[in-house]
Nanobody, 121 residues
Framework: QVRLVESGGGLVQDGGSLSVSCAASGDTLCFSAMGWYRQAPGKERELITTITRNGVTWYKYSVKGRFSISRDNAKNTVYLQMNSLKPEDSAVYYC???????????????WGQGTQVTVSS
């Protein structure tokens, strides 16, 4: 079993900064890469950034240059630093890890419970 628990988030003004983190526990061999999705009201959940175990990152164009993902493998924790936030960044942010089903007992996807980020104009 893998559990992802997010922390952080909250309310910030337009142009402000916020950070969220996601701590993984359980059988962490079940996954390698981690990432963040977000879902705004009435919109589909979208992938915004990923990071491999070796630290290779990818960003969706809408957050590139403003958001930064990092991870501490020793702590099984991934971080998302969000700068220059805009009202359109308001959403529930979800931590995600695609599982490696080649390992017995591992699931295909792991999700955190989500944390609200609200950017006021």
């Amino acid at each position: 079993q893998v559990r992802l628990v997010e922390s952080g988030g909250g309310l910030v003004q337009d142009g402000g900064s916020l950070s969220v983190s996601c701590a993984a526990s359980g059988d962490t061999l079940c996954f390698s890469a981690m990432g963040w999705y977000r879902q705004a009201p009435g919109k589909e959940r979208e992938l915004i950034t990923t990071i491999t175990r070796n630290g290779v990152t990818w960003y969706k164009y809408s957050v590139k240059g403003r958001f930064s993902i990092s991870r501490d493998n020793a702590k099984n924790t991934v971080y998302l630093q969000m700068n220059s936030l805009k009202p359109e960044d308001s959403a529930v942010y979800y931590c995600h890890a695609p599982g490696d089903t080649s390992y017995a007992g591992c699931e295909s996807d792991y999700w955190g419970q989500g944390t609200q980020v609200t950017v006021s104009s």
